[in-house]
């Protein structure tokens, strides 16, 4: 790994840290939506991320809204528990956090600290990643997704065509001014996650050759109405990192995820589409395509 920084010495995550991360994160692969190099990045703002190595393991910690510092679940080949386990005594002992956690663990990690009397391992339903057929949101079948082809022909009821286009330069200043028009209509300055949301969209669309992630545009009378990008999580999973339309055009959010899952990610068996959040709103959402299975998460945390 070369100049790698060495447990504890964590640094800020930058753009040129991303081969060393995602050799390791590739070789050792999580599965998990959040422990991609590119929502590592995106989020560094809002989540402070800052990353380094224990022995083979990559640790990342990072904390949000000012509160607490909490570590994310290792990544390496082996002794993922023992730098679990580093991570927990460091954030209490050194840096004074009174019930450190490892945030978003997966089933694997957690299972190894179900085994230790010392460990304390809790479900986070609102952490599970959302996985689809992939068939299932191109095709839209049966009574199931009868309202999400009722939205898709709504929008070709008051629109009589569209022009769908692989994101590229040119559309960035388009998606940019998109997002800040939803945002005014949203409201992001009164809410910390909006803003860290609209950072993390502007942070992917200036980087996203730098990142490698794939991105499409649909355009409506020749305007920018919708934007999305994603990139392969394993060899027969997508995942979704962002998707925004315009609210005003109905059954626009519903075009963009069938066209892209059809026209990008076809060869895919599933689409990952991160988390709820704990959102009402945006669980129902999720919920309503109809989820082939969830990627279970948990918090680990010291006992005592």
């Not at 910690?61 to 991570?87: K, Q, Y």
């Amino acid at each position: 790994m070369g100049t790698s920084p060495l447990f504890p010495d964590f640094k800020p995550v930058e753009i040129n840290d991303r081969q060393s991360v995602i050799e390791i994160l590739r070789s050792n692969r999580p599965g998990t939506s959040e422990l991609t190099f590119t929502n590592l990045f995106i989020w560094r703002n809002h989540y402070n991320f800052r990353w380094c190595l224990h022995n083979d393991c990559l640790c990342v910690i990072g904390e949000e809204n000012s509160g607490p510092e909490f570590a994310m679940a290792p990544v390496g080949p082996s002794g993922r528990i023992e730098a679990a386990a580093a991570l927990l005594e460091w954030l209490k002992g050194k840096r004074g956090v009174p019930s450190p956690a490892i945030e978003r663990a997966d089933e694997g990690l957690a299972l190894e600290a179900s085994r230790f009397s010392g460990l304390i391992v809790e479900e986070r339903r609102e952490h599970f990643d959302y996985v689809y057929l992939t068939r299932e949101l191109i095709d839209l079948p049966g009574n199931r997704n009868r309202n999400k082809r009722n939205h898709i022909n709504q929008f070709f009821r008051a629109y009589e065509s569209y022009v769908y286009e692989e994101l590229n330069e040119r559309h960035i200043e388009a998606a940019l001014g998109l997002q800040e028009k939803w945002c005014l209509l949203r409201r992001c300055e009164e809410d910390l996650n909006l803003l860290g949301e609209w950072d993390a969209i502007r942070e992917i669309l200036n980087n996203y050759r730098a990142l490698e992630v794939a991105g499409a545009v649909i355009v409506v009378g020749g305007e920018v109405k919708a934007f999305t990008l994603g990139e392969p999580l394993s060899g027969d999973m997508a995942l979704i990192h962002i998707e925004k339309a315009d609210p005003g055009i109905p059954g626009l959010y519903q075009l963009i995820n069938q066209q892209f899952c059809a026209r990008r990610w076809n060869t895919m068996k599933f689409i990952n589409r991160e988390q709820d959040l704990g959102i009402p709103g945006l669980r129902e959402a999720k919920l309503s395509y109809n989820p082939d299975h969830f990627i279970k998460k948990y918090s680990i945390s010291l006992r005592g």
